[in-house]
């Protein structure tokens, strides 16, 4: 698991309250998540707006964990350039927007 990426946070606060986590599956992007979900019996631990995109994009239910897990920073990292880029100025906003609008869950 990636402790980088938030990977281990999940495992570590279920571990605390007496719960194994037995890993059944790990993938690299979200964009896979709600059609897995939807197909199989597993469960995934994730941030509540990926949650409420999962519950847009499937047949798929969220739930509030029993218990409080540690928030994962997040940065955005872009090269800096000699040339300025107005596509590459906009998305960064874009994504720094998204980010930092607090959760609706």
Do not use: N
Request: glycine share 6%; with cysteine; net charge negative.
């Amino acid at each position: 698991m990636d402790a980088a990426i938030g990977h281990v946070q999940a495992v570590e606060v279920l571990a605390s309250h007496g719960m194994d986590a037995d890993i059944g599956l790990r993938i690299s992007h979200f964009a896979a998540l709600p059609r897995l979900l939807e197909s199989s019996e597993l469960v995934a631990i994730i941030p509540s707006t990926v949650a409420d995109w999962c519950v847009r994009a499937a047949d798929v239910r969220s739930f509030t964990l029993p218990c409080d897990v540690p928030r994962v920073e997040i940065a955005l990292y872009t090269h800096d350039r000699r040339v300025p880029s107005g596509a590459v100025d906009w998305l960064r906003e874009v994504i720094v927007g998204v980010l930092a609008t607090p959760s609706a869950g």
